[in-house]
């Protein structure tokens, strides 16, 4: 078991950035491969992008790539989120979420553990 608190959300402008970040409880943080998925209103929850356990694979939306970065500290059981250029298109809440997996893999599906959750506001 694993208890995720996201942190970091908040209100921006449009082509602004912010920084997410996910604590998670327990000592076997460097277990989890970690990712984090939205959910806009009235939209389905969706991906934004993966880290793998030791952070040597990464995996990102093609709606981020290129302006978001997915990091882990394994010391400090934290994984984070950095976002730039954000558009209006990017607000949503924001979820941390661990799964099992092998060291290297990441996966977009099928995750066993979520946060509460942190709402991002992207003003236009």
């Known amino acids: 078991q694993v208890h995720l608190v996201e942190a970091g959300g908040g209100l921006v402008q449009a082509g602004g950035s912010l920084r997410l970040s996910c604590v998670a409880s327990?000592?076997?943080?460097?277990?989890?491969?970690m990712a984090w998925f939205r959910q806009a209103p009235g939209k389905e929850r969706e991906f934004v992008a993966a880290i793998s356990r030791r952070g040597s694979s990464t995996d990102y939306a093609d709606s981020v790539k290129g302006r978001s970065t997915i990091s882990r500290d394994n010391a400090k059981n934290t994984v984070y989120l950095s976002m730039n250029n954000l558009e209006p298109e990017d607000t949503a809440v924001y979820y941390c979420?661990?799964?099992?997996?092998?060291?290297?893999?990441?996966?977009?599906?099928?995750?066993?553990?979520w946060g509460q959750g942190t709402q991002v506001t992207v003003s236009s």
């Open positions: 327990g000592r076997t943080f460097s277990s989890y491969v």
């Open positions: 979420v661990a799964g099992f997996a092998s060291e290297g893999v990441t996966y977009r599906r099928g995750y066993d553990y």
